[in-house]
C-alpha cells in the first residue's frame, strides 16, 4: 500500500530553539514512520510549516489540491490541534480516498509525545477504513465532523 504523506507542521513538528522558543522545524513524520519499520511505500509532500492557528482557507484549499491531485488513495494529512477539526471539514467532499487527519498534542520530540501512538493509529486507520475524511487522535479515529478538541483535557472527544 502507497501512503502521501502532506505535512503542515504543528505540534507534531515543533522544536524548541536556543533562545527558548518554540519554531516549527523540518517534518518528523518519515523518521517516525522509520522507527516503526513500516513497510509501507511512502512519499512525502511538505506543504507547510505552520502553527494551525494560522492556516487560513487559502491554505485548506492548498491542502484540499494535494490531496485531490496526488494519485495515491491513501492520504495522511499532518496538522496542528488547534484547527485540525477544520482542515478536515474543508476535505470532506473528496470522494474516492482514505484521508486521515493526525497530530500530536505534545511535539514528537519529546519523549512524552502522543505523536508516534497518533501516527500508528493513522497508518492502521488508513489500511482499514472506507474511503472517507477521518481524524486519528487519542486513540479514537472520528469521522469529519465528529470531533472536538478538549482543551482542558488535552484529548479529543
Same mark, same amino acid.
Given at each position: 500500500?502507497?501512503?502521501?504523506?502532506?505535512? !503542515?507542521?504543528?505540534?507534531?513538528? @515543533? $522544536?524548541?530553539?536556543?533562545?527558548? !522558543?518554540?519554531?516549527?522545524?523540518?517534518?518528523?513524520?518519515?523518521?517516525?514512520? $522509520?522507527?516503526?519499520?513500516?513497510?509501507? $511505500?511512502? /512519499?512525502?509532500?511538505?506543504?507547510?510549516?505552520?502553527?494551525?492557528? /494560522?492556516?487560513?482557507?487559502?491554505?485548506?484549499?492548498?491542502?484540499?489540491?494535494?490531496? +485531490? $491531485?496526488?494519485?495515491?488513495?491513501?492520504?495522511? @494529512?499532518?496538522?496542528?490541534?488547534?484547527?485540525? !477539526?477544520?482542515?478536515?471539514?474543508?476535505?470532506? /467532499?473528496? !470522494?474516492?480516498?482514505?484521508? @486521515?487527519?493526525?497530530?500530536?498534542? +505534545?511535539?514528537?520530540?519529546?519523549?512524552?509525545?502522543?505523536? #508516534?501512538?497518533?501516527?500508528?493509529?493513522?497508518?492502521?486507520?488508513? +489500511?482499514?477504513? #472506507?474511503? &472517507?475524511?477521518?481524524?486519528?487522535?487519542?486513540?479514537?479515529?472520528? #469521522?469529519?465532523?465528529?470531533?472536538?478538541?478538549?482543551?482542558?483535557? &488535552?484529548?479529543? @472527544?
Amino acid at each position: 500500500m502507497r501512503i502521501h504523506v502532506i505535512t !503542515t507542521g504543528g505540534s507534531l513538528d @515543533v $522544536e524548541y530553539t536556543l533562545q527558548g !522558543t518554540f519554531a516549527i522545524g523540518p517534518p518528523v513524520v518519515a523518521s517516525l514512520l $522509520e522507527r516503526a519499520r513500516t513497510q509501507h $511505500e511512502i /512519499t512525502l509532500e511538505s506543504l507547510c510549516r505552520k502553527d494551525s492557528a /494560522t492556516l487560513d482557507d487559502t491554505d485548506r484549499d492548498l491542502i484540499r489540491h494535494r490531496v +485531490q $491531485e496526488t494519485d495515491a488513495e491513501h492520504v495522511l @494529512v499532518t496538522h496542528g490541534t488547534d484547527t485540525m !477539526t477544520n482542515t478536515a471539514e474543508h476535505l470532506r /467532499t473528496i !470522494t474516492g480516498k482514505v484521508i @486521515v487527519v493526525t497530530g500530536a498534542m +505534545q511535539p514528537a520530540r519529546m519523549t512524552d509525545s502522543d505523536a #508516534p501512538f497518533n501516527l500508528g493509529l493513522a497508518v492502521a486507520a488508513l +489500511q482499514t477504513l #472506507p474511503h &472517507g475524511v477521518y481524524i486519528a487522535m487519542s486513540g479514537r479515529i472520528f #469521522p469529519a465532523g465528529h470531533a472536538r478538541k478538549d482543551r482542558a483535557r &488535552g484529548v479529543f @472527544v
